[in-house]
Structures are given as structure tokens and as C-alpha cells.
């Protein structure tokens, strides 16, 4: 897929990502391979002495996820900003799906940029994720 | 109540090493199929002189870099209560295995809301090279929740 300024408009989407469904071993694995060992989202004794009914997912997992969106549209060394807010917690069992639309684009230093609107929603709908990066193309 | 006297709060500054191992687990961890995450050849028919530093990783340095949680834990945080708000990266170049990188975080502001029931701490972090370049900024809203205030 072509991420040439030629070929990018404003409403161009991004290649969803679909992820398989959250269980306790890609909370575990997370933990190690992020460094995040916050026991909330791998023992479920110390879930739910904070209230909560079970472990849920690291934000940064799902941030991670909309990353790989992002980088597989275009190579990472043209991407300049990326961020997200975590608007729900992401449950065990959830499945995720990355979407991304490109909201406006604008010439910076010289390079054609696009800014990319970014959402995570699960399969019930509810958004966990909402973010924005800033990619050059070209 | 957090201390607002915790704004400002310099976490110092922290050398990494950035390991291919960690990064490979980290692409295994989060379902990485593009082999440039792990392939050294493919990094390099990329473009790449090793495998790059992915974007959300810096994170995961930091967490390394500083002990973890522990500068809440110093702020008297529950960590149980914790929860992330927002996170955002600014990048000035792609890091790679191999690489010597520096960090520094602050605390750059602490806020309450809902009378005192949600306290948001902001933590602002520079990576820097061997060279003294910039390499990428982070930027972290962390939200703790404090149930026994009733809003």
C-alpha cells in the first residue's frame, strides 16, 4: 500500500489491525517483555484487593498494538508524534481491533505530513484508546 | 493527598543499554509480525543498522531506568490504584540495539480532581544519545484513584 503524498487523503484509512482475544499469558508476557510489573494485571489477588473483579490489560499493551498500525502503513523513521488517552480499561477475553483515519495533512520543515486519528475498540464497542500521530510521507 | 511539593521532582538521570534480546521479547509480547522488529537482516534490508527501538518501547526504558514504580511509591501512591491516563511521544530519530541511551524524568505537575477522588501526576522524560542528541521526548499522565474520597 502506497503512503505517497500523491495517494493520501484526508479520510484515507489505515489497514485495521485485528488483534486475537487478551488472555492471562499475553498480560504475563507483556509484563516481562514491557518491564510494567504492576501485579494489578498478573495476580488476581491483588486485582481484586483494588475492587476489581479480575487482572485487565496494560494501556501500554494496547498503545503498543496501535503502534504496530502505525508502522506498518508507513516505516517507523517517518513517524514524529504519537500519542493516545486511555479511555476504558481493556478486560481479559477482550478482543482489539486498531483502526486509524488520516484527519489532516500540512507541509512541516519541508515535509508533507499527515496527522492520523487513532482508535482501539473492542468487539463490544467500547473505545479504549483514542490517539493521534503525526506521520511524514513520501 | 499527594504532596504538591513532589512537583518539580527531578527522578534523575538513568543510562540504558538497549539489548536486542529485550526488544525481540518485547515484538514477541506484543504480537510483532514485521520482521525488521527482529530480524536482524531484515532491520538492516531496511535501512537499519540494528533493530530499531520500537515507538512505545521508551516506556519500558523508563520503567527501567528508574527502578519501576518507585518514584510513586515515594509519593505515597498506592499502586493498586494506579492508572494510566495518557502518553504521548515525540520523536527526533529511531534508536537501535546497540545503543547507550539516556534518560531523565520529572515530575512536571500533580493535579486533583473530582474534590480529591482522582489525582493526576504528569512525568515529562528526555532519551538522549552518547552525543548529547535528542532522540525522543515522553510525556506520561498518570492517574491515581483515591475511593475513599467520595466526590
Redesign the interface.
Same mark, same amino acid.
Given at each position: 500500500m502506497s503512503t505517497s503524498s500523491r495517494d493520501v487523503a484526508v479520510g484515507t484509512e489505515l489497514p485495521p489491525l485485528e488483534?486475537?482475544k487478551i488472555n492471562r499469558a499475553?498480560l504475563a508476557?507483556?509484563a516481562? =517483555?514491557?518491564?510494567?510489573? #504492576?501485579?494489578?494485571h498478573i495476580d488476581i489477588d #491483588?486485582?481484586r484487593?483494588?475492587?476489581y473483579d479480575d487482572v485487565f490489560a496494560? =494501556?501500554?499493551?494496547s498503545?503498543?498494538?496501535l =503502534?504496530?498500525l502505525?508502522? #506498518?502503513w508507513v516505516?517507523?523513521?517517518r513517524?514524529?508524534?504519537? =500519542?493516545?488517552?486511555?479511555t476504558a480499561?481493556t478486560p481479559l477475553f477482550a478482543q482489539p481491533t486498531c483502526t486509524g483515519t488520516v484527519v489532516s495533512l500540512a507541509t512541516v520543515d519541508g515535509e508533507q505530513r499527515a496527522t492520523i486519528e487513532l482508535l482501539v475498540t473492542l468487539a463490544d464497542g467500547t473505545v479504549t484508546l483514542r490517539g493521534d500521530a503525526v506521520v511524514a510521507l513520501d | 493527598m499527594i504532596d504538591k511539593k513532589h512537583i518539580g521532582m527531578d527522578l534523575g538521570t538513568m543510562t540504558v543499554d538497549v539489548e536486542r534480546g529485550r526488544l525481540r521479547? *518485547?515484538a514477541?509480547?506484543? /504480537?510483532?509480525t514485521?520482521p525488521?522488529y527482529t530480524d536482524l537482516d531484515a532491520a538492516q534490508a531496511?535501512?537499519h543498522p540494528d533493530l530499531?527501538v520500537?515507538?512505545?518501547f521508551f516506556?519500558?526504558l523508563e520503567?527501567?531506568s528508574r527502578d /519501576? *514504580?518507585g518514584y510513586l511509591e515515594t509519593m505515597g501512591v498506592?499502586? @493498586?490504584?494506579?492508572?494510566? /491516563?495518557?502518553?504521548? *511521544?515525540?520523536?527526533h @530519530?529511531?534508536a537501535h540495539a546497540g545503543e547507550r541511551l539516556t534518560l531523565h524524568t520529572r515530575i512536571t505537575d500533580i493535579t486533583s480532581k473530582k474534590g480529591g477522588a482522582m489525582e493526576l501526576i504528569t512525568r515529562a522524560t528526555t532519551v538522549t544519545d552518547e552525543n548529547g542528541e535528542l532522540v525522543a521526548e515522553s510525556?506520561g499522565l498518570m492517574v491515581v484513584r483515591n475511593?475513599e474520597v467520595s466526590a
Open positions: 488483534l486475537e499475553t508476557l507483556f516481562g =517483555g514491557s518491564g510494567d510489573h #504492576n501485579p494489578i #491483588n486485582a484487593s483494588a475492587g496494560q =494501556g501500554m499493551l498503545m503498543a498494538y =503502534g504496530r502505525i508502522t #506498518n516505516p517507523q523513521e513517524v514524529r508524534e504519537y =500519542g493516545v488517552r486511555f480499561i | 521479547f *518485547f514477541k509480547a506484543i /504480537g510483532q514485521d525488521v531496511a535501512g530499531p520500537p515507538p512505545t516506556f519500558s520503567l527501567e /519501576g *514504580f498506592d499502586l @493498586r490504584q494506579l492508572l494510566h /491516563g495518557e502518553q504521548r *511521544f515525540t520523536y @530519530r529511531v510525556r475511593p
